[in-house]
């Protein structure tokens, strides 16, 4: 029982990554914290869907559609739907109705189901359309640009981009990179220390909060199906 991921990452400057996905003799998997929204189509015994995915803050239990196929579109952060700002897709998300094989429905268009070659192709044209925006506040600070705005101001926007905080982006992102370390065979001291976590301790609260697996399972690889691919390449 398990789901098989394949995940790139993209060129594009509105795509984090695309990511496929299929379950096999899976029915519940442990869901991942995450900091992105997306888009995801998957089809389950012929019928296709569509739906956007908002962030996630802390792990849990969900449903996996079984024998499905997945296309997934991880958007980058400071970006959102027009018509569907993200901090309402935070620990939640939306199916959109009227999907087929070929096209879904968003914000009163029809658009063609996109592939995973040719995902930013979509994505593209939604930029176009105004229908997917962005927040450059966002990207300035994640380029680790200095701002004129006051602190307060910079968080306040930071949160209406993305529906979270920075600091709870930084603890989810390091817990997914500590994660996915941790399955690629990097011992909890090493992590610990690359990572900056205060101690083993300290590390498995976060695991647990945000990935739902002890160090342990990730590096044995136990536990159930995980919304995480975990056979990545990383880079140091």
């Given amino acids: 029982m398990e789901l098989r991921f394949g995940t790139r990452a993209s060129d594009s400057p509105w795509v ?14 442990t869901s991942v914290a995450a900091v992105r929204w997306g888009l995801v189509f998957w089809v389950q015994d012929g019928r296709a869907y569509t739906s956007v995915t908002g ?11 079984e024998g499905a196929t997945f296309t997934g579109i991880d958007f980058a952060l400071g970006t959102s739907l027009r ?19 070929r096209s879904f429905r968003l914000d009163g268009s029809r658009w063609e189901t996109p592939g995973p070659d040719d995902a930013e192709a979509l994505v593209e044209r939604l930029v176009r359309a105004g229908i997917v925006v962005r927040d450059p506040i966002v990207t300035e600070i ?4 200095s701002l004129a705005a006051s602190g307060r ?43 900056d ?23 044995d690889r136990v536990g159930g199906a995980i919304a995480l691919d975990l056979d990545q390449r990383l880079t140091s």
């Fill in 16 to 29: 984090d990554a695309v990511w496929t996905c299929t379950s096999e003799r899976v029915t519940r998997m």
């Fill in 55 to 65: 962030p996630e803050t802390r792990a849990g239990t969900a449903p996996v559609p």
């Fill in 83 to 101: 018509a569907l700002p993200t901090p309402e897709l935070v620990d939640g998300g939306v199916v959109l109705p009227d999907t087929t094989r």
């Fill in 142 to 145: 994640l380029r680790g640009h």
């Fill in 153 to 195: 101001t910079v968080e306040r926007r930071f949160r209406a981009a993305t529906g979270l905080t920075r600091g709870a982006v930084r603890q989810i992102e390091r817990a997914r990179t500590a994660a996915e370390l941790l399955a690629a065979g990097a011992p909890a001291a090493d992590v610990v220390a690359k990572l």
């Fill in 197 to 219: 976590y205060f101690d083993e301790p300290h590390l498995a609260r976060a695991l647990r909060t945000y990935v739902g697996r002890t160090a342990g399972q990730l590096r």
